[in-house]
């Protein structure tokens, strides 16, 4: 990490508070500890007060606890995501004798689609070392950013469709499939912040006409690809969150939506009923 002067330090806060970056303290030193030299760190801020979005520029995003590979155009993952891994951890706890241990037995199958930077299936790694783990996105990016996140974990990385993508070995066998597909819709894009809407890829955010195009597809394969008692778990928001529940109960799933206001995210979870 680069020494800087107190006063350059106060410059660059300050041209950073100029360009509407909130926490412009945070980034500031966000920027010095993560640029090699006073050249790179002038060129870091520049881009940063042009717009660009930190994490493009440091090449991570903080997500629960770890550091995410993230690369210009993929979808940055948002702290609200995290209730997700939270919700897909108690699904793969809730019938085990110790809290955080699998069940003994086959290897345990979840699947994070819509992957984007592979977040929510590193987070779930990190928790579960038992698992066997798959993601898949359709946008080459992503996968490629995933594949740098997953791969030293085990992790296995599809490029594709939604479930084209997965292999069909998996029909039947998935414990757990989190979902974060895009769910902005259409018209509501241009509302968004411009770190978003001007940065990162309009197929990550666009979620159709109402937002819930993807919901639907998900919901329309979900039961062929859960295990018994697997659950499909799907970020949302608040106002979406009484039409994909429907969307799920629909496809014949058990839902329960879920609001964390700590970390002001939102899903929707549902339940493949039980083998007799």
């Not at 303290?25 to 940063?48: I, T």
Request: hydrophobic share 50%.
């Amino acid at each position: 990490m680069q020494q800087l002067r107190p006063d350059v330090g106060a410059q660059i806060v300050l041209r950073l508070r100029a360009a509407g970056c909130v926490f412009a303290e945070d980034e500031a030193q966000l920027l010095v500890a993560e640029s090699a030299g006073p050249e790179e760190l002038e060129s870091n801020v520049r881009r940063r007060v042009a717009g660009t979005p930190l994490e493009y520029i440091l090449g991570w995003a903080a997500f629960a606890g770890q550091r995410i590979a993230v690369a210009p155009g993929v979808f940055v993952p948002r702290l609200r995501t995290e209730l997700v891994v939270d919700l897909a951890a108690a699904a793969l706890t809730r019938k085990a004798a110790v809290p955080g241990v699998l069940e003994p037995g086959p290897r345990t199958v979840v699947v994070d689609l819509c992957c984007g930077s592979g977040a929510v299936g590193a987070a779930l790694a990190l928790r579960f070392t038992g698992i066997e783990l798959h993601a898949a996105d359709i946008d080459p990016a992503a996968v490629a950013c995933a594949r740098q996140n997953l791969g030293p974990v085990g992790g296995l990385v599809h490029q594709g469709n939604l479930f084209e993508a997965l292999p069909h070995e998996l029909r039947g066998r998935v414990r757990v499939l989190a979902v974060n597909a895009p769910y902005v819709p259409t018209a509501a894009i241009e509302t968004m912040p411009p770190e978003a809407r001007l940065h990162e890829a309009r197929a990550c955010l666009d979620g159709g006409a109402d937002g819930l195009d993807f919901h639907r597809l998900v919901a329309r394969g979900a039961k062929e690809w859960l295990a018994p008692g697997g659950q499909v778990i799907i970020e949302t928001s608040v106002r979406q969150a009484p039409a994909t529940a429907a969307i799920l109960a629909s496809a014949g799933l058990a839902v329960q939506t879920v609001r964390s206001e700590e970390l002001d995210g939102t899903a929707v979870v549902g339940t493949a009923g039980l083998e007799v």
